[in-house]
T-cell receptor, first 115, second 111 residues
Framework: DAGVIQSPRHEVTEMGQEVTLRCKPISGHNSLFWYRQTMMRGLELLIYFNNNVPIDDSGMPEDRFSAKMPNASFSTLKIQPSEPRDSAVYFC?????????????FGSGTRLTVV | GESVGLHLPTLSVQEGDNSIINCAYSNSASDYFIWYKQESGKGPQFIIDIRSNMDKRQGQRVTVLLNKTVKHLSLQIAATQPGDSAVYFCATETGANNLFFGTGTRLTVIP
């Protein structure tokens, strides 16, 4: 398996533009997580899905952020409009199952820079 | 709320020495614990995990110790190598399959 695949690896955009980050989880994993990593705040959980259904989106910073999982093999995180403070590395992770006790596999991340 | 902290933000060790990275957590209901390693430009990589019904687990060159009484977790790396240089995160899970990550300790191995 190729692991969790994220695209793009790097994204530079201007303030106000829409940004879409993409993730392909490991086949067979039914939980998917979006994290944001910054120096100041570390790794923060934004949202997670179980069987394509959003379970907890309490970490989503504000309405400018939205996430979807239309099927078991694809998820997107969208920021519209983007702001400089959104600059961070965004990670997607997937897990075999809910219920605890399964480690997460992370993708390589998308480094977002909003200028 | 949940919090997971680390005692030291940075740790430098001589190549060949043993490393110990510590982590404190706040939620006594946490029942699953994981250590991750993150190298520059990469996502966190699973190292080793332990469930709350255990107090020690060993892997290849790594050992995780869990002290539930004081809510403390440690990662021991034996014979530290330059390739071990990275940021190490502890993470805790409390049933709902939602990991909380600590702030990370940067381990630097001195050749």
């Amino acid at each position: 398996d190729a692991g969790v695949i994220q695209s793009p690896r790097h994204e530079v955009t201007e303030m106000g533009q829409e940004v879409t980050l993409r993730c392909k989880p490991i086949s067979g994993h039914n939980s998917l997580f979006w994290y944001r990593q910054t120096m100041m705040r570390g790794l923060e959980l934004l949202i997670y899905f179980n069987n394509n259904v959003p379970i907890d989106d309490s970490g989503m910073p504000e309405d400018r952020f939205s996430a979807k999982m239309p099927n078991a093999s694809f998820s997107t995180l969208k920021i519209q409009p983007s702001e400089p403070r959104d600059s961070a590395v965004y990670f997607c992770a997937s897990s075999l199952s809910t219920g605890g006790g399964y480690g997460y596999t992370f993708g390589s991340g998308t480094r977002l820079t909003v200028v | 709320g949940e919090s997971v902290g680390l005692h030291l933000p940075t740790l430098s060790v001589q190549e060949g020495d043993n490393s110990i990275i510590n982590c404190a957590y706040s939620n006594s209901a946490s029942d699953y614990f994981i250590w991750y390693k993150q190298e520059s430009g990469k996502g966190p990589q699973f190292i080793i995990d332990i469930r709350s019904n255990m107090d020690k687990r060993q892997g290849q060159r790594v050992t995780v110790l869990l002290n539930k009484t004081v809510k403390h977790l440690s990662l021991q790396i034996a014979a530290t190598q330059p390739g071990d240089s990275a940021v190490y995160f502890c993470a805790t899970e409390t049933g709902a399959n939602n990991l909380f990550f600590g702030t990370g300790t940067r381990l630097t191995v001195i050749p």
